[in-house]
């Protein structure tokens, strides 16, 4: 666009955009005050004149909205530039964007180019240092059968090793093939020989230099090789690997395996080395409030109570940090009891509601509603819970036709989710079948205990209860279940007892156990710690509900989960 004469002094004024003279924020300024103007004038007027005069105004402002830049009065600027007098005809004249093209010849890529271009879009370039690089497409042929044939790709990596021994990647891929063996039909040797192979050379890959192992993959062996030993139990080995890892602390970006390295080193009751970990930790992290939290733990676990006292008591937790510190802390507290060390797992939850992260010691609630009416055991007469008297008592009706359902479907073992391999979990092991999980129904469920779902159709405060569960639990006999609780206090948890065996108890929090027995129904909160034994010879069979905390709102019953409570408590 060119630029246009003005009619002041012979001025040129260049186009702009988004910028506005102190002249034209008077017009602006002008404008609103002759619209207020009009406006009570029209107010004022008949009928006739409060349509005639907007019209003028629509007509005046659609003519001023016509003019370019408003230096040369409504008419605007003649086409050579220069301001007009009125009645002057104004031609306008558009504009167009031209399309550039370019003549060029397209030439082939050197061989530098062509390296530069396949990295750029090799998917597994994160993996593969130089070395590797060379014979990427061997490593890449051998990955295909990791899952499906694992036998067969490590005999193709075992080849890649006896030609490039140095390859890092290959001998990673290597080990966590091993990983996917079929081990059924090993012996224990076998598959001991296994566990102790694959350790090694997840430690053997931590002590090479940064230059022969790729970042991302040096993270991975961490990781890969603690989630091993944590599965095989493999308590040394753990904490051998966290302990090189720690060596190689730089290739992290944030203080998680610092935390990770010095929760083992408590719980093994490593204190001097722990102590020397926090230290380090806290000169690189000064504001963490989790390792300040962890050195007064140590202090009271060492005996100086007065020190660890005044430390704690200036530990102060952000409120988006008390899910992930109550997590660490919680499976912190359920490997000390795996471990035998129940004291030092009370020691932790006390200290832990103090700061605030738990309501109590006993009660430890990741999701928590203030000021609730709270108690480890209901009654069924309670007031509160008088609401639900129908559906109670319905339940109590069929508690005979459920319990067929339930024996029928325990028949099909399939059709059972297993909870073993949980924390929680001392010896034994626990079967669900779930009926509506986080207020949604599960359809193929239901047609297989129609009688149950069609009751729980009428009981919606249960069955469409976001933050619940409505299933059958089987605890096998012989099992023994870790103190743990559940997600949040906003909610009571009914059981109905079908098949109730002698040696089953439930305690929750100090000292109360629910008395449990078939055909009643007994209420509990579930936020509170409750540690589970059947040591009969029989299954304990039960249909277990939630349903929304009488003191909440009716808004507050319809809140769901976040992703990471629903993925951590879906067993619970």
Known sequence: MNSVKSCRKGETIKPRKGHYYPWEKKLVKCAKFVCYTLTDIVKRCNFRMRVFIPCIVISLAFALAKGDDGLCSAEGPSPDGTCTGAG???TEKKVHDQVLTYAYEEKPMNESEAEVWARRFYSKLAYTNDYDWSIRHLLDDADDYIVNEPSQAMAKFEAILDKYPQSARAFYSLTRTMEFLNKTD??????KAIDVKVIHNYKDMLQRKDGDIARTMLGSCIHQGLLYAINKNRTEDKLALLELGFKRKHIFENDRFHELYVEELVISEYFDRAEKALAVALEEFPRNQFFKFMKGILLKYQGQKKEASILLRDVEFAQNEVYGVASDLVSMALELHKRGKAPMADVLYQEASKAHIFLSKYQRPYDTILDLDSKPI??????QVTAYDEEFTLLKESWETIRG??????KNGSLWISTSGQE???RGTTLQFPIFTWGKKRSYHCTLVPKTCQIFKTFTASSK???????FEVISNKTHLFPH???TNARLRGHLGLQVPEGFKMRIAKGNYLPEKEGTITLFED???YEIWNESDDEMIVLSFDMPHPDITYQQSKQAFNSNIRYTFNYL
Do not use: C, N, Q
């Not at 209901?378 to 007031?383: G, I, L, P, R, Y």
């Not at 209860?465 to 299933?471: A, D, L, Q, S, T």
């Open 88 to 90: 002057k005809e104004i």
């Open 186 to 191: 090993m012996t224990d040797e076998e598959k």
């Open 378 to 383: 209901w009654s069924m007469d309670d007031v």
């Open 405 to 410: 359902e339930a024996l029928e479907i325990r």
């Open 424 to 426: 929680w979990i001392a």
């Open 465 to 471: 209860f976001p933050k619940g569960h409505v299933r």
């Open 485 to 487: 609780s559940g997600p």
């Open 527 to 529: 936020s509170y710690e």
